[in-house]
């Protein structure tokens, strides 16, 4: 735990990187309860682990193990497992711990790119885009939208896809973290041969993909080939937009983007870049 | 720290995740890797220690088998590869270390910076022709730079920088990185410059243009060649020419023929004329003789003059500037020149002029700017830490290599990337470049421009303890 510039606060443990940063008179006491609600945090996921690595089972114990099997339901019959939630319902977990109490205006929890943010009416919040996007999403309290999510290649994560980025607005994070994951996978172009795949397991022994093919490398693509991969994406975004699972979604690849449902971009470079 | 498996897998139990890692991989968290049977920091603490200069080779720095003897002795320092970083600097350093130097208390504030603003200048000793000044340089196809103001004897390249690395597009920007990354890496790396040539380019070795391996750099122009070399060519032919894509030379016209008394030889030049016996374009740049177009150096002659000397059975050497293309020439009856078999006694001044030339490299020099954000790690007054660097009272340097720091505001330095560790520079998705810097001061100094002093250590706690995000060591010596 530390503290950041701007007075953010800094959670780190293992593969977990969380910034918290809260507004209100209730602040202080708010980023206390997130701190201490972050303690063990890691480990009640790592004593589910098994579980949340396979795509079915039963319904596990720890609360954000419960958070990522709800959140990868909706997708299902689909290959999904709740590991595809992961970093969002982390968030959304240490979010719910910093509001439990009085005075927070606004607050945020950002886990490496998926955020669960908390606004009260009147105030708005601004996230900054993946994707080399001149602009913000913006949020306000009027909408029904707390989290949003990033996947696609450079990550962290394996992706399935070959998508630079693809970013959505959600009505959780968790939510938002398994479909980004999902369009990103949708963004592709199958058997081209300058995308270079391996089995996950090559790469990540313990992954919950095992044998699935993922992306290493995507070579030149031409600019129908782009849209053509994008168009996928936007097809299967359209589809989750429809069911009421993503409030929007911005896929970006090779200069190309497409945007599906209402993302509110705001030209404006000031501050409150959540998702930098 | 690891379990060995019957699998060449192995388990990490750096965190509770307790990934299982292949060889050559890395765990969930990027930060810890499976590096011959063992879970390693990806890129360790890199200890530079002057002991093991000699060589320079890496070996394992363990505790077990530090005898403490060189802590303050100086030949030890802790450089920022492997450190960490404070990306966004919020945090002191993951390093601030005290250790003495000649008595004086001395502070080492060691990071992993993330360069926003960065490029390399690329030095490429060659006269071949790579493209006009200002002309595109790509990788990939991407726009990542262009050529800048030719050097004696060298052409240059400026690559990277924040408008190509943050200011093109998306792609324009990871291929930037990319390039960038491996040719401080001192990695091969293929260019393409519009309207000119296509260069492999790695540091400390010769570049490869146009598939061809760059074996020399020239001695000098044209007419600095002639006035090298006149006195001995003397008596051996009556005429030299030195081909170049600059200035070239005649010797019976060039003021060091004249000075020797050399007579004329009718021969005329085609091109400019700048002042006797020195000649400006001669043949358009290209990729045949130094520098130019040339591949039969007789084109650039216009018939000779029998008035001003010219007659047959005078002899004529033509050589390029490196003497790797040479060519012995006799007027006919005609006053044609026409290709004799050379004389030994010439191919030996052919020779020497080939051995006065320097091996061909290609320089990377890394150019960035330590800013605002970073410098907050360091101290509390980042400002001052600029005006440190500046009156001299902090040195700075990228994993134990001294850097030059421009004067003026800010803190923009340049250091040979053949000077940092093997694989010192990483990147971020930015896109920017990650490299090790430190700054050393007095203690004193560090205290007053408003260091984290609590965060002070010594060079053996930190040995014993390691840093925030590992204790493996390497050490290798400080290069070059």
Redesign the interface.
């Known amino acids: 735990m530390?503290?950041?510039?701007g007075e953010?606060l800094?959670l780190g443990?293992?593969?977990i990187d969380m910034i918290v940063g809260a507004e209100g008179p209730g602040r202080m006491a708010g980023l206390h309860r997130a701190a201490q609600a972050f303690e063990g945090l890691?480990?009640g996921l790592?004593d589910e682990?098994p579980r949340l690595r396979a795509p079915l089972g039963p319904m596990p114990r720890g609360a954000v193990a419960r958070r990522m099997v709800l959140a990868v339901a909706p997708f299902e019959p689909q290959f999904i497992t709740p590991m595809a939630a992961v970093a969002g319902a982390g968030a959304e977990e240490i979010l719910q711990a910093l509001c439990d109490g009085p005075a927070i205006t606004r607050a945020y929890v950002n886990n490496g790119g998926d955020v669960a943010f908390h606004i009260e009416a009147g105030q708005d919040m601004r996230a900054a885009v993946a994707?080399?996007v001149a602009g913000f999403l913006r949020v306000s309290h009027d909408h029904p939208w707390r989290g949003v999510a990033t996947s696609g290649q450079?990550?962290?994560s394996l992706s399935m896809g070959i998508a630079?980025s693809v970013t959505v607005l959600s009505r959780g994070a968790a939510l938002a973290d398994a479909a980004a994951t999902m369009i990103a996978n949708q963004v592709d172009l199958p058997d081209h041969p300058g995308i270079a795949r391996v089995p996950a397991s090559?790469?990540?022994?313990?992954s919950d993909l095992e044998q699935r093919m993922v992306v290493r490398h995507v070579g030149?693509l031409t600019p129908n080939e782009v849209t053509q991969a994008l168009d996928r994406g936007k097809d299967y975004a359209q589809a989750l937009l429809r069911r009421g699972l993503i409030g929007g979604a911005l896929l970006?690849l090779?200069?190309q983007m497409r945007i599906v449902g209402e993302l509110l971009l705001v030209k404006d470079h000031e501050k409150e870049a959540v998702n930098? | 720290m690891t379990t060995a498996t019957s699998d060449v897998k192995i388990r990490c139990n750096a965190c509770p995740v307790m990934c299982y890692i292949a060889p050559g991989k890395v765990g969930a968290c990027d930060r810890y890797a499976n590096e011959g049977g063992r879970i390693v920091r990806c890129d360790p603490i890199t200890i530079l220690d002057r002991r093991v200069q000699a060589g320079g080779e890496i070996r394992p720095f363990l505790k077990s088998n530090w005898d403490g003897a060189v802590i303050g002795a100086g030949d030890l320092t802790i450089s920022g590869g492997g450190a960490g970083t404070t990306y966004p600097d919020y945090k002191p350093a993951p390093f601030i270390i005290s250790r003495e130097v000649d008595g004086a208390d001395f502070v080492t504030v060691v990071t992993e910076a993330i360069y926003s603003y960065c490029g390399v200048k690329v030095k490429i000793d060659t006269d071949r022709h790579l493209g006009a000044e200002r002309a595109v340089v790509r990788a990939e196809g991407e726009e990542i730079g262009h050529v800048t103001t030719s050097e004696y004897g060298s052409r240059m390249l400026s690559l990277g920088g924040v408008e190509h690395l943050t200011g093109g597009s998306k792609a324009e920007g990871r291929v930037t990185c990319d390039a960038l990354l491996r040719l401080c890496n001192r990695e091969a790396v293929d260019l393409e410059i519009d309207g000119g040539a296509h260069v492999v380019v790695q540091a400390g070795q010769a570049p490869i243009v146009d598939g061809v391996r760059e074996e020399r750099m020239r001695v000098g122009c044209g007419s600095a060649t002639i006035g090298m070399f006149a006195s001995q060519w003397q008596g051996l032919v009556d005429e030299v020419v030195v081909v170049d894509d600059h200035i070239t030379g005649v010797v019976s016209e060039h003021q060091a023929g004249k000075v020797l008394g050399w007579p004329d030889t009718g021969i005329r030049i085609k091109g400019h004329r700048s002042t006797p016996g020195r000649y400006f374009k001669v043949a358009r740049p290209g990729s045949g003789w130094a520098g130019t177009d040339i591949d039969d150096p007789l084109t650039i002659l216009n018939p000779w003059w029998e008035k001003k000397g010219a007659r047959p059975g005078l002899s004529l050497l033509m050589v390029s500037t490196t003497g790797e293309h040479a060519g012995y020439f006799v007027l006919d009856e005609a006053l044609q020149p026409r290709p004799h078999e050379m004389p030994e006694v010439l191919r030996a001044s052919v020779d020497l002029i080939a051995e006065n030339c320097e091996p061909a490299l290609c320089t990377v020099m890394f150019q960035a700017g330590a800013g605002g954000s970073l410098r907050a790690g360091v101290t509390r007054n980042p400002v001052r830490l600029t005006q440190a660097v500046q009156a001299g009272r902090a040195q700075v340097t990228c994993g134990g290599a001294p850097a030059w720091v421009w004067p003026g505001g800010g803190i923009t330095l340049m250091v040979d990337v053949m000077d940092l560790p093997a694989g010192s520079f990483g990147y971020v998705p930015t896109p920017a470049l990650v490299a090790p810097l430190e700054f050393t001061l007095r203690r004193e100094d560090y205290v007053a421009l408003g260091g984290h002093e609590a965060a002070i250590r010594t060079v053996a706690d930190v040995l014993e303890h390691g840093g925030e995000y590992g204790s493996e060591f390497r050490a290798v010596g400080p290069q070059g």
């Open positions: 530390a503290w950041m510039s953010r800094h443990h293992g593969p890691l480990q790592v682990l994707g080399g450079g990550g962290r630079e090559e790469i990540a022994p313990d030149p970006v090779r200069g930098a």
